[in-house]
């Protein structure tokens, strides 16, 4: 087997092995630090509390994720349509994002009735740069004599855009949504913090701050085990639908299944200047 | 038809280099003329000013004829994720109704048009799959694809080797026989200018303008045995030896 996946899976099973052991040994009280097998079986028995929450967030981040591409994908292409919006546009989406969430998600909660719409905004508000900045550098980034080929035939900004500029974006696009899918769960779980909601509409972050206030560690990390799943769920997921897509085109010559070069890297723009 | 007129073109970028200085050149409907010149004497310029990319800052440059003008670029420039098929039928494509093609005939259109340059079979092939000539030979259907009265050509044979440079060559002299469109044809090359053309203008750089037009003596018909030909070899030397004086000494404009 190759060491890029035993030595990774090794150590982390190592590290839990000398965490237990350090707290069975140690007799560190649970109260002060659960023991992994203790964490994992809170994580069993209160499976009934925790999934409903785990399932807030979940929805939480993804509804985030989603309206963050939908906003930054469309933003970012009438930006490349005009000019104009862009400069009237930019310095407010630079503004959303120099902002921290936790200076600004109390105010959100004022003016948004629902918590669970003002939830999702401050989710949104986090996710959403990255998204329009990847897109953005993604249709900037078309190739210089494609350029010309569409001027030299009279193309239309729609044309231009739907030919050329986003599916030269594409690859952009793809690692804007891997840095938005992580996002979107620490903006999710950080605005619930801030919130410090309770009721049966609450996420993980909820469960958390009610097991402090009653140093129920073992729930805590149990909690915290489902946040760090789902970050890594999500994470793999981005990582592997884009290239499964890929897989379906044609693969070129040699190697089956090989992504087509302008879906992994970009092109070096060409010095075409006067000769 | 009429002859594609410049007279005193000059053209300065922007970031103050003066690529064109009063440039005059006439071109008659259906003739093959090259431009011969060093790296820096603005042929690309001129040919991005017929083509319509760049606008003189002096000097007026016709309005491409009803075909239109076709543009191969000195590498493919296709589009990395459409077939090659599409890539042939982009322009089509781009002028949308004013062309009043359907979907299908645009499709047919290409695929003869693959099939003149020899890529038939290769219609739904991507272009990383091809080589680096078959690209240009997509690239040039591409140019061809609208019928324009004006093929424009920089340097696009610059990155290929000797053998598929001269078979592309012979191929697109082949292409403009049948097409009958006018040809300006930009390299550096003084062998692939004097085989491809009737008439080679020779520029000098510094700022760009034209030092000499040679006519080139030779049957229409070329093939091998002209390439073996005296000559041929004659022409390259005389044509060499012009673009030797355009590059050192100050110029003898001769028409």
């Given at each position: 087997?190759?060491?890029?996946?035993?030595?990774?899976?090794?150590?982390?099973?190592?590290?839990?092995?000398?965490?237990?052991?350090?707290?069975?040994?140690?007799?560190?009280?649970?109260?002060?630090?659960?023991?992994?097998?203790?964490?994992?079986?809170?994580?069993?028995?209160?499976?009934?509390?925790?999934?409903?929450?785990?399932?807030?967030?979940?929805?939480?981040?993804?509804?985030?994720?989603?309206?963050?591409?939908?906003?930054?994908?469309?933003?970012?292409?009438?930006?490349?349509?005009?000019?104009?919006?862009?400069?009237?546009?930019?310095?407010?989406?630079?503004?959303?994002?120099?902002?921290p969430?936790?200076?600004?998600?109390?105010?959100?909660?004022?003016?948004?009735?629902?918590?669970?719409?003002?939830?999702?905004?401050?989710?949104?508000?986090?996710a959403?740069?990255?998204?329009?900045?990847n897109?953005?550098?993604?249709?900037?980034?078309?190739?210089?004599q494609?350029?010309?080929?569409?001027?030299?035939?009279?193309?239309?900004?729609?044309?231009?855009?739907?030919?050329?500029?986003?599916?030269?974006?594409?690859?952009?696009?793809?690692?804007?949504?891997?840095?938005?899918?992580?996002l979107?769960?620490?903006?999710?779980?950080?605005?619930?913090?801030?919130?410090?909601?309770?009721?049966?509409?609450?996420?993980?972050?909820?469960?958390?701050?009610?097991?402090?206030?009653?140093?129920?560690?073992?729930?805590?990390?149990?909690?915290?085990?489902?946040?760090?799943?789902?970050?890594?769920?999500?994470y793999?997921?981005?990582?592997?639908?884009?290239?499964?897509?890929?897989?379906?085109?044609?693969a070129?010559g040699?190697?089956?299944?090989?992504?087509?070069?302008?879906?992994?890297?970009?092109?070096?723009?060409?010095?075409t200047?006067?000769? | 038809?009429?002859?594609?007129?410049?007279?005193?073109?000059?053209?300065?970028?922007?970031?103050?280099?003066?690529?064109?200085?009063?440039?005059?050149?006439?071109?008659?409907?259906?003739?093959?003329?090259?431009?011969?010149?060093?790296?820096?004497?603005?042929?690309?310029?001129?040919?991005?000013?017929?083509?319509?990319?760049?606008?003189?800052?002096?000097?007026?440059?016709?309005?491409?004829?009803e075909?239109?003008?076709?543009?191969?670029?000195?590498?493919?420039?296709?589009?990395?994720?459409?077939?090659?098929?599409?890539?042939?039928?982009?322009?089509?494509?781009?002028?949308?109704?004013?062309?009043?093609?359907?979907?299908?005939?645009?499709?047919?259109?290409?695929?003869?048009?693959?099939?003149?340059?020899?890529?038939?079979?290769?219609?739904?092939?991507?272009?990383?799959?091809?080589?680096?000539?078959?690209?240009?030979?997509?690239?040039?259907?591409?140019?061809?694809?609208?019928?324009?009265?004006?093929?424009?050509?920089?340097?696009?044979?610059?990155?290929?080797?000797?053998?598929?440079?001269?078979?592309?060559?012979?191929?697109?002299?082949?292409?403009?026989?049948?097409?009958?469109?006018?040809?300006?044809?930009?390299?550096?090359?003084?062998?692939?200018?004097?085989?491809?053309?009737?008439?080679?203008?020779?520029m000098?750089?510094?700022?760009?303008?034209?030092?000499?037009?040679?006519?080139?003596?030779?049957?229409?018909?070329?093939?091998?045995?002209?390439?073996?030909?005296?000559?041929?070899?004659?022409?390259?030397?005389?044509?060499?030896?012009?673009?030797?004086?355009?590059?050192?000494?100050?110029?003898?404009v001769?028409?």
């Amino acid at each position: 087997m190759k060491p890029e996946r035993w030595v990774p899976a090794l150590s982390i099973t190592l590290a839990l092995l000398a965490w237990e052991a350090l707290v069975h040994w140690a007799r560190i009280p649970h109260y002060t630090l659960p023991a992994p097998s203790r964490v994992l079986a809170t994580v069993w028995t209160d499976f009934g509390s925790l999934w409903p929450a785990w399932w807030f967030t979940l929805r939480l981040t993804l509804g985030a994720l989603v309206l963050a591409t939908l906003g930054g994908v469309l933003l970012a292409a009438a930006f490349a349509l005009s000019r104009v919006l862009e400069l009237a546009l930019l310095p407010f989406a630079v503004v959303l994002q120099v902002t921290p969430l936790v200076a600004i998600a109390p105010l959100i909660l004022i003016y948004v009735d629902s918590t669970t719409a003002a939830l999702l905004l401050c989710t949104w508000l986090v996710a959403f740069f990255p998204m329009l900045a990847n897109t953005l550098a993604g249709l900037r980034a078309a190739d210089r004599q494609l350029h010309e080929l569409f001027t030299l035939y009279g193309a239309t900004p729609w044309q231009r855009l739907k030919w050329l500029l986003l599916p030269s974006a594409v690859p952009y696009l793809l690692s804007g949504l891997r840095i938005c899918g992580g996002l979107s769960l620490i903006a999710g779980v950080t605005a619930e913090m801030v919130a410090g909601a309770a009721g049966r509409e609450t996420g993980l972050a909820s469960r958390i701050l009610e097991a402090s206030f009653r140093t129920d560690t073992p729930r805590m990390f149990a909690a915290l085990l489902l946040l760090v799943l789902t970050g890594l769920a999500l994470y793999a997921l981005l990582e592997w639908a884009p290239r499964r897509l890929a897989r379906r085109r044609p693969a070129p010559g040699s190697a089956a299944g090989s992504r087509p070069a302008w879906f992994s890297t970009s092109k070096p723009v060409k010095d075409t200047s006067c000769n | 038809m009429n002859d594609i007129e410049l007279s005193g073109i000059s053209h300065r970028y922007p970031n103050g280099v003066q690529a064109l200085a009063d440039v005059s050149l006439r071109i008659a409907p259906g003739e093959f003329v090259s431009l011969l010149g060093p790296s820096g004497c603005g042929k690309s310029t001129l040919l991005r000013l017929l083509a319509g990319l760049e606008t003189p800052s002096d000097g007026r440059v016709p309005a491409p004829g009803e075909g239109g003008v076709g543009f191969v670029f000195q590498s493919p420039t296709l589009l990395p994720w459409s077939t090659v098929r599409d890539n042939v039928a982009l322009p089509l494509r781009l002028a949308g109704r004013a062309r009043g093609l359907s979907s299908p005939q645009r499709r047919a259109r290409a695929d003869a048009l693959l099939q003149r340059v020899g890529l038939a079979g290769f219609e739904d092939a991507w272009p990383e799959e091809l080589s680096g000539g078959m690209q240009m030979r997509a690239s040039l259907a591409r140019a061809l694809v609208t019928d324009p009265t004006l093929l424009l050509l920089d340097e696009p044979f610059a990155a290929l080797d000797e053998l598929t440079r001269q078979k592309m060559g012979d191929d697109l002299l082949t292409l403009w026989r049948e097409q009958g469109c006018t040809v300006l044809f930009v390299t550096h090359n003084v062998f692939e200018a004097v085989y491809l053309s009737q008439r080679v203008v020779v520029m000098s750089a510094r700022p760009g303008r034209v030092h000499a037009e040679v006519a080139i003596d030779a049957p229409v018909l070329r093939d091998h045995a002209f390439r073996r030909s005296p000559a041929y070899l004659e022409q390259c030397v005389a044509v060499s030896g012009t673009l030797e004086a355009a590059m050192s000494g100050p110029a003898a404009v001769t028409t």
